[in-house]
């Protein structure tokens, strides 16, 4: 059983649902990344996203799209992000997952990329613009290397793309709440219930829901019909906002206890 595996069941045997933050790796440094990842943790985190800086984020909104601006600033890259993570397994055990998109790993090496990933403690790796159908050799590298492949899944998939993705994934299916990019919302879409109850018809994999959470009763309605929720761009947002790499930390911890107690 894998670490995001075990991590599920626990959640599941002690009737809890999950915590999923966000963040990009090398916003606003690299050494506040790994500071970031350990406050996250302590803070309650299920796992953390760790997203890998793309110059063409075409699924994330401004939000995110500037972080990966500020981190790509550092040259920060896929070598990079695993340090960071292989740094951080210094003091947490908390799953990690790379959240990127296919043409940074590809530019890294998909056989390198198994290796490292799983030296560095990795745990899984979503692929926002890898499709199942083409995702064979991709999958075969992470089993031999114990990883979770996630695949994401929104409103708009028909119920042959859901049963596709189900036997495709492991560890948990990302559910998209509503159609369009990444970012902060004032209410969470119904279709996102809607989405998950046609996900359980394929597989029984925890189910975590992503996308424009971003507040106390967000969540609360998530964790209703999900197994998890994921909040990205309100934590970016306080990175943004902060006045220094040690007020990022504190702004991210504050706002993430705030949003679960």
Known sequence: MTGIAETFA???????????????AGDPDLATTRKLIIELAHAGATLIELGVPFSDPMADGPVIQRASERALLHRV???EVLQVVSDARTETDVPIILFSYFNPLLQFGIARLGEEAKRAGLDGILVTDLIPEEAEEFADM?????????FLVAPT?????????????????????RAGV????????????????????FSDLPVAVGFGISKREHLVDVWR??????VGSAI???IEKAESPDDAVARV???????TS
């Open 142 to 150: 992470m089993r031999r290397n114990d990883l979770d492949l996630i």
């Open 225 to 230: 019909y999900a197994d998890a929720a994921v």
């Open 157 to 177: 998939s028909t119920d042959h793309r859901l049963k596709l993705i189900a036997e495709r994934a492991s560890g948990f299916i990302y559910a998209v709440s």
């Open 10 to 24: 626990k959640l599941k045997r002690e009737s809890h649902k999950g915590f999923i933050p966000f963040i990009t």
């Open 253 to 259: 911890g504050r706002y993430t206890r705030e949003l």
């Open 77 to 79: 890259g896929v070598a």
């Open 182 to 201: 990444t970012g902060a919302r004032d209410e969470m879409s119904a279709e996102a219930e809607k989405l998950v109850q046609r996900v359980r018809r």
């Open 236 to 238: 970016v947002s306080e």
